[in-house]
């Protein structure tokens, strides 16, 4: 089944009067890649690529002639079109073409994702089935608490019950932006308004030093975190983490912020966290996915993706050491989730329910795509 035709879109959501803040840098509102592929037997899919940084460098990659190296494939041979992406980031090719490395990682995550989409279609089954199939539904909790501008302990208190009333029973607030103990109050208000049953996460996103962390783990410890997530400073993360992990009761999380599969299998080896988030929009796609999912299942480490619950819901659910999906269920945080499907999953009671539907199982809004799309090919 051979890939005939490559469609690229650009999604993006204008700048916002008060944006989100982590501790440190300002999550876009959509910045995204999407890659729809045709084959010559008329079954299409679709992937999508994530990104912090700006994602010129892969339309850039794109216009310059990237899709010479996908046309022609197989789509129903993910692995061996993922490897041949991959490489790249070490070819001369690339490197004449200023193809970037990041932009290559980036997209073959996307082009892996709507092949994997092509061979559920193919097999007329949904991926989780065909990764495994061991449960049909998730747990799922949504990310919060972000710092704006004039954002207060009430607003933060606001916006807290509005997810609960939308029927969500986990919720991830952002840490770190604050002194410590300004940050432990607002977790405190979080906490209060959740309740004590409702699962409670923690993420400075890399925001402390190594002593940071211990007083703020020790700090957080009364609050009853299931996690706390990426608390070290990048330079020395993972020496960090281990250290920290000596220190503090609360499960430590990692591996958004790596590049590779090759960076969370270090993390595994240090033997530091008990809970892994890699992305697969992000880096490795379903290829590299399932790679981790089955060496975390080995390792005794729990598998809760970062960002997207409707594509990393297939992951979690076919593995045994899936835990958890990432939802943002505000639209003015993430438009995206709230527009680019037609028929998501609900989150129904802190569960996704899984769809039927073969493939990723989900139609993408084609007023959705005009809206946030630019063409790039």
């Given at each position: ?332 945080r993430d438009p995206l989730q709230a527009e680019l499907f037609e028929d998501a999953p609900k989150i129904v ?29």
């Open positions: 089944m051979k890939i005939n035709r490559i469609e690229v879109f650009a999604l993006r959501a204008p700048p916002q009067g008060r944006p989100h803040w982590t501790s440190h840098f300002i999550v876009p509102t959509a910045n995204e890649i999407l890659v729809r592929l045709y084959t010559d037997e008329g079954i299409d899919g679709f992937g999508l690529a994530t990104s912090y940084t700006p994602i010129d460098q892969a339309i850039k990659a794109f216009k310059a002639g990237l899709t010479d190296q996908i046309l022609g494939e197989d789509a129903l041979a993910p692995e061996r079109l993922y490897q041949k992406l991959f490489r790249l980031t070490t070819s001369k090719t690339a490197n004449e073409k200023g193809w970037s490395r990041e932009a290559l990682i980036r997209i073959s995550a996307a082009v892996d994702i709507a092949c994997w989409d092509i061979v559920g279609k193919a097999a007329k089954m949904p991926l989780f089935r065909i990764f495994g199939g061991y449960r049909d539904e998730v747990p799922a909790y949504v990310t919060c608490g972000y710092y704006r501008d004039g954002k207060d302990n009430q607003e933060l208190r606001d916006e807290v019950l509005m997810l609960k009333e939308q029927g969500h029973t986990g919720f991830k607030v952002k840490a770190g932006g604050l002194p410590l103990g300004q940050d432990i109050e607002r977790m405190a208000v979080m906490r209060q308004a959740i309740g004590a049953e409702a699962l409670f996460m923690v993420d400075p996103n890399r925001a402390w030093d190594l002593a940071t962390a211990i007083e703020g783990a020790r700090l957080l410890e009364p609050l009853n975190p299931r996690w706390l997530e990426e608390p070290i400073r990048w330079e020395d993360d993972r020496r960090g983490l281990k250290l920290l992990a000596q220190k503090t009761r609360i499960p430590l999380s990692g591996g958004e912020s790596e590049v590779t599969s090759y960076g969370c299998r270090a993390m595994l080896e240090e033997h530091a966290i008990q809970i892994l988030q890699f992305d697969c929009t992000m880096m490795g796609g379903f290829t590299e996915g399932r790679k981790l999912a089955g060496l975390c299942e080995l390792n005794h480490v729990q598998v809760a993706p970062h960002h997207d619950c409707f594509i990393h819901a297939h992951i979690v659910a076919a593995s045994p050491a899936g835990y958890i999906v990432e939802a943002f269920t505000d639209p003015e009671n802190g569960r996704l329910k899984l769809k039927e539907q073969p493939g990723l199982g989900l139609t993408l809004s084609e007023s959705a795509i005009r809206k946030f799309g630019e063409r790039v090919m």
